[in-house]
């Protein structure tokens, strides 16, 4: 895991590459399969995820990908390997790191409920420019082939910042700077994300 900081005069993040091992791309690779499968044959399970987007001023979801909300689908965090592995995004290392970046980004270590969604995108979805309702965010993106992507890019809206789509790698940030995925360009490719909200408590 290589993790990149980056400080700016409004706010810091981390940018991540080799967020997961080959034996934890593994595991999740075959969660993604199934749930997968769910987005794709279970109506419900859409809707519950764009019950957690950000919406347009006419109340649409900003995100026409489709998603899962992954703590929805399991009573204990221990039967999945997403929720079992992205610890490593909020936590130790990372979260030292993070907190070091700026220094509003102390409060890393306060948050202390989270929960994460598994994101999927396809040819011509996006997710518009929004902020997300939570104190931190972090975002892996993934893609289960070979095939180049084209778009599926993170994009710090505000700033002149773009992450191209890269597998196996995360961007933590605070969930209030607005960002947005460009749209999917390549007919045959599919963008994961693993999104992940943090919240600060003071408990």
């Known amino acids: 895991m290589k993790i990149h900081k ?9 940018y991540i590459e080799d967020v997961y091992t080959e ?5 999740i690779t075959k969660e993604i399969e199934s749930l997968t499968w769910m987005m794709d044959n279970v109506p419900d399970i859409q809707k519950i995820r764009h ?12 995100m026409t990908g489709n998603g899962v909300k992954v703590d929805y689908i399991y ?31 102390v409060a890393v270590y306060q948050t202390k409920y989270d929960f994460t969604c598994l994101n999927k995108y396809k040819n011509g979805h996006k997710y518009a420019p929004h902020t997300d309702a ?40 605070p969930s209030w700077v607005m960002h947005h995925c460009t749209k999917i360009e390549s007919q045959n490719s599919v963008r994961y994300s ?10």
């Open 75 to 105: 009573q204990e965090r221990a039967c999945s390997p997403i929720l079992k592995h992205n610890r490593k995004l909020v936590l130790g290392k990372v979260a030292d790191e993070m907190a070091s970046t700026h220094p509003a980004n």
């Open 194 to 203: 693993i999104a992940q909200f943090s919240y600060i408590s003071y408990e």
């Open 23 to 27: 034996d934890e791309l593994t595991d």
């Open 51 to 62: 019950a957690e987007s950000a919406l347009d001023d006419d109340g649409k979801p900003k």
């Open 134 to 173: 939570s104190s931190f965010s972090a975002i892996t993106f993934l893609s289960l082939n070979d095939e180049e992507m084209v778009g599926g890019d993170f994009v710090f809206s505000d700033y002149d910042i773009t992450l191209k789509f890269k597998n196996n790698t995360a961007v933590f940030f």
């Open 6 to 14: 980056n400080t700016l005069e409004n706010f810091g993040y981390v």
